[in-house]
Nanobody, 133 residues
Framework: QVQLVESGGGSVQAGQSLKLSCVAS????????MAWFRQVPGKEREGVVG???????IYADSVKGRFTISRDNANHALYLQMNNLKPEDTDMYYC???????????????????????????WGQGTQVTVSS
């Protein structure tokens, strides 16, 4: 079982930056993917960016060139550097860890969607990001 705690959200003006942090306790695998999702109440969670165990990354088109994900396996931490924030980035952001079944499929070479909601099973309480114009 993984426990995740996000922090770093806040209220900023458009064009400014924030850095989100996520610290994991319990189970952590350097091989498993981690990701940042975001969600507005009443809507489905949206995958923003993911990072595999080998460090490869995938970004949603809406954040390419502005957001950067990184992971610190030694400290069981995940980060999201958010630059040039826009009002449409306003959301609750969640750090998420890959579920065991998806991790097994990946190791078996089976196809998976990198930012599929179903790929990730564990998330924290979220951190709110609000961007005003």
């Amino acid at each position: 079982q993984v426990q995740l705690v996000e922090s770093g959200g806040g209220s900023v003006q458009a064009g400014q930056s924030l850095k989100l942090s996520c610290v994991a306790s319990g189970y952590w695998s350097n091989r498993d993917a981690m990701a940042w999702f975001r969600q507005v109440p009443g809507k489905e969670r949206e995958g923003v960016v993911g990072i595999e165990g080998d460090g490869s990354t995938i970004y949603a088109d809406s954040v390419k060139g502005r957001f950067t994900i990184s992971r610190d396996n030694a400290n069981h931490a995940l980060y999201l550097q958010m630059n040039n924030l826009k009002p449409e980035d306003t959301d609750m952001y969640y750090c998420e860890a890959e579920n065991p079944l998806a991790a097994l499929k990946k190791r078996r070479g089976q196809p998976i969607q990198p930012l599929a909601v179903s790929r990730f099973a564990y998330w924290g309480q979220g951190t709110q990001v609000t961007v005003s114009s």
